[in-house]
């Protein structure tokens, strides 16, 4: 499965593609009894798109061939045992992808010359990613950090190491109450090189960072700058040789305050806008102003979901076996305003109650 969506990636799935580039999604579930159809409504959804395939006259015999194989070898990659919420499968000649997300999508086949990325953008937005980088005089680890926990960063050199033995002689000696092991040159410069690798990282995939270990680590970081950017300094040593559990454990209150603190600042920018007739509110109106681009802050609570068709300009609700609708409209409405360069916050479920379930400050 793909690890991680960044914009370089982001491109080249939007990259056209020589008809049909295949996307199949699927809602799944995390535990039973649910999960235990997902298999089976898997393999409905590729039947379904091998038969659209073959009735397509657009098709030729050779490229739903190639494009069949490399289905085969998206379900074949595919790991219902530890689903999330919802399936991507992306299958053109020569290349497939499969992508686990942690946010629900509608059961859809789609044949394009691109494949569909909108529910995989809004997953992406809802997962609130995060890096933690945490620090030890020996070792550096980098953790993946989302909503539904962490994964171990373990490439562009994560874990940094260093030879024990000179850190271990370093912390013999103390001056006043810090370990010299923290003044050193020596972990000084091990310490600038995981400052330097994760600003890399940073360059190409930029999130929050939080940053952990004890004071003194902490103390020379901010020496080096490491906080200037905004990352965010925890004083708790020992994440760096930890497992997942503990450090999920130890980010979990960080990042509740987090939400706390991204909810009233959101609630608050729509007050402003309000205040100064830059505001919109309810699906169709901001709906409207998501595809003209005037979306500056758009709010969504993250179990909104709505099946709309268009008639006359404007959203009108539709059953889901409506030909015309648009099963997927907030996160169709997510993906443009991101597009449009708006920031996107999900928020608790009835924190917009008053508003629709969604709402948007606008640029004009």
Known sequence: MHPSLTPDVLAGLRRPRTYPAVTVLLPTHRRGPENAQDAVRLRNLVAEAGKRLKEDPAVTRGRRAQVGMALERAVAEVDLVHAEDGLALFAA????????LGRTVPARVVLSDTFLTRNLVAAHAAERPY???AVAADRVTLWDGRAAGVTEHTADGFPLTRGRDDADAERKERIGDLPSTFRSEHTRGFLREAARAVGGILAVRPRPVYVAGEAAALALLDEL?????????VPHGGLAGAGAAEVRQTMAPLLAARERSELGTTLRDLDDARGHRRFAAGLDEVWHHATDGRVRLLAVEDTY???VREAGGHL???GADDLDAHNDIVDEVVEHALETGAQVRFVPRDALVDHGRIAAALRY
């Open 93 to 100: 000649p020569g290349e497939h992808q499969v992508w686990s």
């Open 131 to 133: 890096w933690l980088l």
């Open 316 to 318: 009108v609700p539709a």
């Open 305 to 307: 979901r709505a099946t």
């Open 225 to 233: 700058g490491l906080f200037t950017g905004g990352a965010t300094p």
